[in-house]
């Protein structure tokens, strides 16, 4: 099983910019669905971004679109989210997850990002705004 360890959390003033990365155990990143989730407290967590296997296919929620960017390096086998312009409704614990080799990032009956069809979790890592 692939193991995810996230880093790369702090605090930082409204306006600024944190890059978070998710070091992977195996060198298959390239060929999973690859996402970041995040969870605020008293919230529900939620899909931050994900990209494709192979083709690399990005998606981002509203929320955060036009101001993240999620990217992989393959051959360090890490996961990046990339976070300009913060904002204090950032704030939360951000997890890294990956799906089973070649499985696609959509949920087949939603057609959505779903964080229940993901196999592999990080500890998560620890992003504050204010």
């Known amino acids: 099983d692939v193991q995810l360890v996230e880093s790369g959390g702090g605090s930082v003033q409204a306006g600024g910019s944190l890059t978070l990365s998710c070091a992977a155990s195996?060198?298959?990143?390239?060929?999973?669905?690859m996402a970041w989730f995040r969870q605020a407290p008293g919230k529900e967590r939620e899909v931050v971004a994900s990209i494709s296997p192979n083709q690399g296919t990005t998606r981002y929620s509203d929320s955060v679109k036009g101001r993240f960017s999620i990217s992989r390096d393959n051959d360090e086998n890490t996961l990046y989210l990339q976070m300009t312009n913060l904002k204090p409704e950032d704030t939360g614990m951000y997890y890294c997850?990956?799906?089973?080799?070649?499985?696609?990032?959509?949920?087949?009956?939603?057609?959505?990002?779903?964080?229940?069809?993901?196999?592999?979790w990080g500890q998560g890592t620890q992003v504050t705004v204010s």
């Open positions: 997850a990956a799906r089973r080799v070649l499985q696609s990032c959509l949920n087949e009956g939603t057609g959505s990002v779903q964080g229940t069809d993901f196999s592999y």
């Open positions: 195996e060198s298959t990143i390239s060929s999973r669905c």
